[in-house]
Nanobody
Framework: QVQLVESGGGLVQAGGSLRLSCAAS????????MGWYRQAPGKQRELVAG???????DYAEFVKGRFSIFRDNAKNTVYLQMNSLKPEDTAVYYC????????????WGQGTQVTVSP
């Protein structure tokens, strides 16, 4: 298991930018997939972006061209750069880590609030 701590959330105006950070308690080099999810009030948690240990990235359609995920193995940290933010991006953003060994191990952070004002 790995502990994940998110930071970087806050209040921003529409069109602005934020960078979220997810710091892991151990090396992320061997973590197969790390990702960012979000959950808005009254809605289900949804995938925003993911990145594999090999560097492959995947994005939800609603953030393509605006958000970017990247990982710094030396700092055991994954980032989500969010540009051109919209009010509908308002949500709690969660970091996720998945490791496949004998079975699937999954870890979640506590979440960080992102609020985008009109």
């Amino acid at each position: 298991q790995v502990q994940l701590v998110e930071s970087g959330g806050g209040l921003v105006q529409a069109g602005g930018s934020l960078r979220l950070s997810c710091a892991a308690s151990r090396s992320i080099f061997s973590i197969n997939v790390m990702g960012w999810y979000r959950q808005a009030p009254g809605k289900q948690r949804e995938l925003v972006a993911g990145i594999t240990s090999g560097g492959s990235r995947d994005y939800a359609e609603f953030v393509k061209g605006r958000f970017s995920i990247f990982r710094d193995n030396a700092k055991n940290t994954v980032y989500l750069q969010m540009n051109s933010l919209k009010p509908e991006d308002t949500a709690v953003y969660y970091c996720n880590a998945v490791v496949f060994t004998d079975r699937r191990y999954e870890s979640w952070g506590q979440g960080t609030q992102v609020t985008v004002s009109p």
